[in-house]
C-alpha cells in the first residue's frame, strides 16, 4: 500500500489547473484490457463545482488492483494519491484512493480535460 504517496504535480500541469482534490468517478477496461481509462473530476477553490478530465493508460503490459475497502460503495473515490509514472513501461502509475489501488505500467498516458 502506497499510503505515502501524493499528488503528481505533473498531473495539474496536463490539465492547466492550480491544485486542487481530484475524485474518480469511472474505472474502464478497453482493448481487451490494455487500455485503462480514469473518469476523473479536479475540485478546487478556482474551480468548486469540478472540471471533468479523463486520464487514459494505453499499450498496459501491467494493470493491478487492490481492494483496500472492499466494502466500500460505488459513488466516486476521492483520489489520496496520483502518481504518473513513467511511460514506455519504465515506472508504474499508482492511484491510491483508500478503497482501492492501481498499479498500471503503460506506454502512453493521456490527460485531457
Not at 12 to 41: A, F, M, R
Not at 44 to 54: D, I, M, S, T, V
Request: with cysteine; net charge negative.
Amino acid at each position: 500500500m502506497l499510503e505515502s504517496i501524493v499528488m503528481d504535480p505533473r498531473l495539474w500541469e496536463l490539465l492547466n489547473l492550480p491544485p486542487g482534490s481530484v475524485y474518480i468517478e469511472h474505472v474502464y477496461l478497453s482493448h481487451v484490457g490494455s487500455t485503462l481509462t480514469l473518469n476523473c473530476k479536479a475540485f478546487g477553490e478556482a474551480y468548486p463545482k469540478g472540471k471533468p478530465f479523463q486520464i487514459q493508460f494505453r499499450n498496459c503490459r501491467d494493470i493491478r488492483w487492490e481492494a483496500v475497502d472492499p466494502n466500500a460503495g460505488e459513488e466516486a473515490a476521492e483520489a489520496l494519491g496520483v502518481y504518473l509514472g513513467e511511460h514506455a513501461h519504465h515506472k508504474p502509475a499508482v492511484v491510491y484512493t483508500g478503497a482501492t489501488e492501481m498499479t498500471v505500467l503503460y506506454n502512453e498516458i493521456n490527460v485531457r480535460a
